[in-house]
């Protein structure tokens, strides 16, 4: 198989001819085509006809939420209205160009809408007039800030890093999700709000067509795909499910309403043509929250705002990009990752629930229960006022469901070169193995062509790190200075003191894969993720499940260019790990054999205290380093990965 542009995770049983790329996606149904843009006048619900979620006045709907969902949710909107409101100093917003920090003012801006949300669910519940003094303390302070978005993406604006210029509003993913905050109160409250101020609803209003839907109409940013042929990732659909939430429920002049969603439906299409046909993200199941779930969200609401005329459901790609969570899954809350995406996650269950209904996926809706079993209250994994509201409103019929994850044994991605098997379907004894190939110039690219992941019975084995919290420097020219980017913190080799190099030119090449009932093999080429100064001329890696065995094999045939020394294949472990002759014990659950005799061991000690990496990782990683000194121009070496 020759090598793609991008890595993602494709569908499982997918026949592996399976069209990708630019070809695939020019024949694909686009949205902006569904319905001429002469006729969307016609075709969308005017906003006070639109109805998606109940309104505070549908007293059945809300009254029927009751139990432990409706306690959790008045009880903590109680606790919360008794706090002050968080403050956001200019210093504060500062912090990221001093010094390169942008977590500390992101959550005090992030207290401030969830706050809102909490209050505005409690007072639809509750529907006694309690919270909506500080519902308008909310919304107003909102609206008196300079702007909604966060210091890490201020730089788009003409003045660079600074603070925000109140005279050009731009839109990041943090100021639209503030709009669609702004936009669901408005629809849920309504006239509610009157009572406190006939103010409150122009203002909130006012702001949301101020610092959004004109800019949208005015400006194109990059994250709407229109100023490149490349792929855009999640920033798309995130920004537009929050665009088109605030135009469907608070735009009113019907040629903008009309302008708007337009533009949004030709935006999701750049988003869409991204994508192989096998659905895979190659941003990982971290970033799935906000691309696939964000894009049925988007989706959904065209859907329901057209009464099912503009339906994007039936662009095949969009399930498999659905199907992707399960594909990703290991078991409990651990995820395969590559790149930035985060090994262990709670996706959103109510997105992941109804997307399964939506495209009638069963596997999918079960995977939504079990993820909401594994969480802490009928509120979390939800987030954004919309997805909080799907929870409330569904949370009594996943919990009926059986909370049984598909877990399937096999797992192959074309479109992003990514497999993974496991010993049996169904269940996480034995070894997991996931690698892919793809390329890197990836979103959230780390350089990792070739890397691989290992599980025993559902636990980390052989890991990839992931990321450090964000930093100024982490979507900067500097990235890969930064120790998790580099292939060194990976499973792969060093050659020569050469790691990966960064770009498009560096890929995998010659993919291959099989699965059968006795073994999964993945095996490719990796050498021109180097340059040529490295001097690899083959670097051909097998990586095997042997599902009778229980047991996984790591080949690596190589030719050099010139006598290169030494050879390292690194090897990246949460565990604490004993080495023998010719061998490793890791935690004393699983041990790897290989020639000691050629290979000598060194351990490294990795202190990790990133509040991103310890909670998952805790306080120390591992990095073996099998070490040939003296390599011939061509080898071969071989490991294998038991059971201890």
Same mark, same amino acid.
């Given at each position: 198989?020759?090598?793609?542009?991008?890595?993602?995770?494709?569908?499982?049983?997918?026949?592996?001819?399976?069209?990708?790329?630019?070809?695939?996606?020019?024949?694909?149904?686009?949205?902006?085509?569904?319905?001429?843009?002469?006729?969307?006048?016609?075709?969308?619900?005017?906003?006070?006809?639109?109805?998606?979620?109940?309104?505070?006045?549908?007293?059945?709907?809300?009254?029927?939420?009751?139990?432990?969902?409706?306690?959790?949710?008045?009880?903590?909107?109680?606790?919360?209205?008794?706090?002050?409101?968080?403050?956001?100093?200019?210093?504060?917003?500062?912090?990221?160009?001093?010094?390169?920090?942008?977590?500390?003012?992101?959550?005090?801006?992030?207290?401030?809408?969830?706050?809102?949300?909490?209050?505005?669910?409690?007072?639809?519940?509750?529907?006694?007039?309690?919270?909506?003094?500080?519902?308008?303390?909310?919304?107003?302070?909102?609206?008196?800030?300079?702007?909604?978005?966060?210091?890490?993406?201020?730089?788009?604006?003409?003045?660079?890093?600074?603070?925000?210029?109140?005279?050009?509003?731009?839109?990041?993913?943090?100021?639209?999700?503030?709009?669609?905050?702004?936009?669901?109160?408005?629809?849920?409250?309504?006239?509610?709000?009157?009572?406190?101020?006939?103010?409150?609803?122009?203002?909130?209003?006012?702001?949301?067509?101020?610092?959004?839907?004109?800019?949208?109409?005015?400006?194109?940013?990059?994250?709407?795909?229109?100023?490149?042929?490349?792929?855009?990732?999640?920033?798309?659909?995130?920004?537009?499910?929050?665009?088109?939430?605030?135009?469907?429920?608070?735009?009113?002049?019907?040629?903008?309403?009309?302008?708007?969603?337009?533009?949004?439906?030709?935006?999701?299409?750049?988003?869409?043509?991204?994508?192989?046909?096998?659905?895979?993200?190659?941003?990982?199941?971290?970033?799935?929250?906000?691309?696939?779930?964000?894009?049925?969200?988007?989706?959904?609401?065209?859907?329901?705002?057209?009464?099912?005329?503009?339906?994007?459901?039936?662009?095949?790609?969009?399930? &498999?990009?659905?199907?992707?969570?399960?594909?990703?899954?290991?078991?409990?809350?651990?995820?395969?990752?590559?790149?930035?995406?985060?090994?262990?996650?709670?996706?959103?269950?109510?997105?992941?629930?109804?997307?399964?209904?939506?495209?009638?996926?069963?596997?999918?809706?079960?995977?939504?229960?079990?993820?909401?079993?594994?969480?802490?209250?009928?509120?979390?994994?939800?987030?954004?006022?919309?997805?909080?509201?799907?929870?409330?409103?569904?949370? &009594?019929?996943?919990?009926?469901?059986?909370?049984?994850?598909?877990?399937?044994?096999?797992?192959?991605?074309?479109?992003?070169?990514?497999?993974?098997?496991?010993?049996?379907?169904?269940?996480?004894?034995?070894?997991?193995?996931?690698?892919?190939?793809?390329?890197?110039?990836?979103?959230?690219?780390?350089?990792?062509?070739?890397?691989?992941?290992?599980?025993?019975?559902?636990?980390?084995?052989?890991?990839?790190?992931?990321?450090?919290?964000?930093?100024?420097?982490?979507?900067?020219?500097?990235?890969?200075?930064?120790?998790?980017?580099?292939?060194?913190?990976?499973?792969?080799?060093?050659?020569?003191?050469?790691?990966?190099?960064?770009?498009?030119?560096?890929?995998?090449?010659?993919?291959?894969?099989?699965?059968?009932?006795?073994?999964?093999?993945?095996?490719?080429?990796?050498?021109?993720?180097?340059?040529?100064?490295?001097?690899?001329?083959?670097?051909?890696?097998?990586?095997?499940?042997?599902?009778?065995?229980?047991?996984?094999?790591?080949?690596?045939?190589?030719?050099?260019?010139?006598?290169?020394?030494?050879?390292?294949?690194?090897?990246?472990?949460?565990?604490?790990?004993?080495?023998?002759?010719?061998?490793?014990?890791?935690?004393?659950?699983?041990?790897?054999?290989?020639?000691?005799?050629?290979?000598?061991?060194?351990?490294? &000690?990795?202190?990790?205290?990133?509040?991103?990496?310890?909670?998952?990782?805790?306080?120390?990683?591992?990095?073996?380093?099998?070490?040939?000194?003296?390599?011939?121009?061509?080898?071969?070496?071989?490991?294998?990965?038991?059971?201890?």
């Amino acid at each position: 198989m020759s090598s793609i542009a991008r890595r993602t995770f494709t569908a499982a049983g997918l026949a592996a001819g399976l069209a990708t790329g630019a070809a695939s996606a020019a024949s694909r149904r686009r949205l902006a085509g569904v319905v001429p843009p002469e006729a969307l006048a016609e075709v969308l619900l005017p906003a006070k006809e639109l109805t998606y979620f109940p309104r505070v006045t549908d007293r059945a709907a809300w009254n029927a939420i009751g139990g432990e969902a409706r306690t959790a949710l008045i009880g903590a909107a109680e606790t919360e209205s008794k706090a002050p409101w968080t403050q956001l100093p200019a210093s504060l917003f500062l912090e990221y160009k001093r010094n390169g920090n942008r977590s500390r003012f992101e959550a005090q801006r992030r207290r401030r809408r969830d706050r809102l949300t909490l209050l505005v669910l409690a007072e639809c519940c509750e529907n006694q007039g309690r919270f909506l003094d500080d519902i308008a303390n909310g919304l107003w302070l909102i609206s008196e800030e300079t702007w909604w978005g966060v210091p890490a993406h201020i730089g788009v604006q003409k003045i660079g890093v600074d603070l925000p210029d109140p005279s050009e509003q731009i839109i990041d993913l943090f100021a639209a999700d503030t709009g669609s905050v702004f936009a669901w109160t408005d629809y849920l409250l309504g006239e509610r709000l009157d009572t406190v101020s006939s103010l409150l609803r122009p203002r909130l209003r006012a702001e949301v067509t101020r610092r959004l839907l004109d800019p949208y109409l005015a400006r194109d940013f990059s994250w709407m795909g229109f100023s490149s042929p490349r792929p855009v990732n999640n920033w798309n659909p995130w920004i537009n499910s929050n665009i088109i939430t605030c135009t469907l429920l608070v735009e009113t002049v019907a040629a903008r309403r009309v302008a708007l969603v337009h533009k949004i439906l030709r935006s999701l299409d750049r988003f869409i043509e991204g994508y192989a046909d096998d659905g895979g993200c190659d941003e990982g199941p971290g970033y799935w929250g906000h691309a696939a779930a964000s894009l049925y969200e988007c989706l959904d609401l065209l859907h329901a705002a057209s009464k099912g005329k503009i339906d994007g459901f039936e662009i095949p790609v969009v399930a &498999e990009m659905g199907r992707y969570i399960y594909r990703a899954h290991i078991a409990g809350d651990w995820y395969t990752n590559f790149a930035d995406a985060a090994p262990r996650l709670h996706p959103a269950w109510p997105v992941v629930y109804r997307y399964g209904m939506r495209i009638g996926d069963e596997r999918l809706q079960r995977h939504a229960a079990y993820v909401l079993s594994l969480s802490s209250g009928a509120r979390a994994g939800t987030g954004s006022t919309a997805r909080s509201l799907m929870g409330l409103l569904d949370y &009594e019929e996943v919990r009926k469901l059986p909370a049984t994850p598909p877990l399937l044994r096999d797992v192959w991605l074309p479109g992003v070169q990514v497999m993974a098997a496991r010993v049996k379907e169904g269940a996480a004894n034995g070894f997991y193995l996931a690698a892919q190939g793809g390329h890197n110039a990836e979103s959230h690219n780390h350089n990792d062509v070739g890397n691989f992941i290992v599980y025993l019975d559902g636990k980390p084995l052989l890991i990839d790190v992931g990321v450090e919290s964000y930093t100024s420097k982490t979507f900067s020219s500097r990235r890969y200075e930064i120790w998790t980017m580099q292939s060194a913190y990976h499973n792969l080799p060093t050659i020569g003191g050469a790691q990966q190099q960064a770009g498009r030119e560096y890929e995998a090449a010659a993919v291959e894969y099989k699965a059968t009932d006795e073994a999964a093999e993945y095996a490719l080429d990796i050498h021109r993720a180097w340059d040529a100064n490295a001097g690899v001329k083959r670097w051909r890696r097998t990586l095997r499940l042997d599902r009778r065995a229980n047991r996984v094999s790591i080949a690596e045939d190589y030719a050099l260019a010139r006598p290169t020394a030494p050879i390292e294949l690194n090897l990246m472990t949460p565990h604490p790990v004993t080495a023998g002759a010719g061998e490793i014990l890791f935690a004393k659950a699983a041990r790897l054999r290989f020639d000691g005799a050629r290979l000598r061991t060194q351990i490294d &000690e990795i202190a990790v205290n990133d509040e991103r990496l310890t909670p998952v990782w805790g306080a120390r990683l591992y990095r073996v380093r099998l070490v040939d000194a003296s390599p011939a121009l061509t080898g071969r070496f071989e490991l294998s990965l038991e059971t201890a």
